[in-house]
């Protein structure tokens, strides 16, 4: 089955329950080939359940699913040769080396000494050289969850899945991931990525789907999702304990330290008639800050979910 | 080497690399078990009547001794390594990769077989310095090896995917393999056993590997090489029906 340019990934009507619960309800989108794109929800919205459909670890109730024109079941084989799976879970086969592990990870795809070169590339970019010999068992956690990156690359996939690759990583190493993806993604690969960290997701991503209780809630480049509402944030502190007047009340998202936050229309609300408001209200302002939308607040709009995962990591990467 | 062929190799050559890096516990470890029993069974029941015509105790324990080890070994190797990935969760990698059903069935098998022959090779060489066997009949021999060996590897498949504790695994091997295997004539000829029981040993699968695998050895058996042979193929083709069954469904590996 070879259509000229099939979709990187084409999810048509995928459903899964488990029991009573509603994993996927009919989930339908495509990627394209080349795209960097993000699938996002909260947590339990179904995300892994839908990569590991796509990676053929588990069946769909309902829909079909291809890798690059393949069909998941029925072209089981070239399907998966055209994938890596990063898995959220960090798994690891305690028996082996880590360079063992990748050559072997290789062989099952069928490839040979010929890729052993593009091993020792992985190791290196991802700072995991010194370690190659290390058994799986003695690598920390995120030196695991490094190899599993270079586990799922290991046959030079076309379309590669990485489900929240940068979970419990440090700083440092959230940056060489980032690189690394952004090189991967140079060369043509598509990569998908999972993350609780919006930011990265604004950062990294072209398009991006949010998952929400099974449902496709929103697929929109991530240029259209942040235009999707036409609102800005001013921050402002009020000099001498002055009170906001009860005209711009409605309009405050969050208070803290003396710090109010107003959620402002783009069009109908000028930043200009909050300063007119205060001074006719005698408040004087001692410090303003402006702040477009991010991610975040669009993603709690759309899921009316908080990002309660992680909330720390968040505020470290700002 | 194509790319299919590749990823069978790859598979079968970690499965060998599994249990050769602790060939202590996977050979020679029940190899010193078997001989033990043969050192201290041989002492026991030395002097008593020979079991068929021209063949001693101690000879005819031999061959039972060789196969009840190939049985549990043979079963052990697929069954741990599949129990262990699974419940390790690296399962995972093998699932994604482009690797069918029979890829497995034929790996797990070579492997499971490789192991028990280095079993079988390590006791021979032992006892043999000790221990007259003659073969007289090689052809049977190596069938009721080959059909013993793929027959339990294959079942420890089946137990590997059914397992979702260690718990079920030992199960399997405390309550089916252990007891089979010891109550399969490895120490005595069935004849001597009384009707119940006798009767009993004709229900059990592992009686007619070793009962064919003596007749190897021998050309003497309690029950014709042919019965044996009939039971052992069909105690492989079932379990191979159920564990085929089991991959190509996706039966507790893909949910
Ligand atoms: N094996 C399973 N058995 C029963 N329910 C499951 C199973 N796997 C997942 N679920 C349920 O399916 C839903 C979706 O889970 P999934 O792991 O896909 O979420 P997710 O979007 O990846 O979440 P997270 O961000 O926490 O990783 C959850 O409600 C989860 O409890
Ligand atoms: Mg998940």
Known sequence: ????????????????????????????????????????????????????????????????????????????????RALGVVPQELVFDPFFNVVDMLRIQAGFYGCGKEVWPWIDEMLIRLDLNHKRNASMRALSGGMKRRVLIAQALVHKPPVVILDEPTAGVDVELRRTLWTFMRDLHAKGTTVVLTTHYLEEAQEMCERIAILDKGNVRVIETTEQLLNRHPFRFLRLKLANGGQLPASLRPFVTSERNGSIELRLEREQQPIASVFTALRVAGVDIEDVQTREPDLEDIFVELTGNGISAQPNAMGAMK | MNRDRRGFVTLLTKEVRRFWAVLGQTVMAPVITALLYLLVFAQAMDGRAPVYPGVSYTQFLLPGLIMMTVIQNAFANSSSSLAQSKIMGNLVFLMMAPLGPWDFYAAYIVAGLIRAALVMTAMLLVAIPFVHLPIQQPLALIAMFLLAGGGLSVLGIIAGIVSSKFDHLAAFSNFIITPLSFLSGVFYSVHALPPLWFAASHLNPFFYMIDGFRYGFFGHSDVPIWQSLLWASGFFATVSAVCLWMLFTGYKLRR
């Open chain 1, 1 to 80: 089955m070879n259509i000229p340019n099939p979709a990187a990934l084409a999810i048509h009507g995928v459903r899964k329950s488990y029991g009573e619960m509603q994993a996927l309800s009919g989930v339908s989108f495509e990627i394209k080939p080349g795209e960097f794109f993000g699938l996002l929800g909260p947590n339990g919205a179904g995300k892994s359940t839908l990569i590991s459909i796509i990676a053929g670890l588990i069946r769909a109730d309902q829909g079909s699913i291809s890798v690059l024109g393949h069909d998941t079941v029925r072209d089981w084989r070239a399907a998966r």
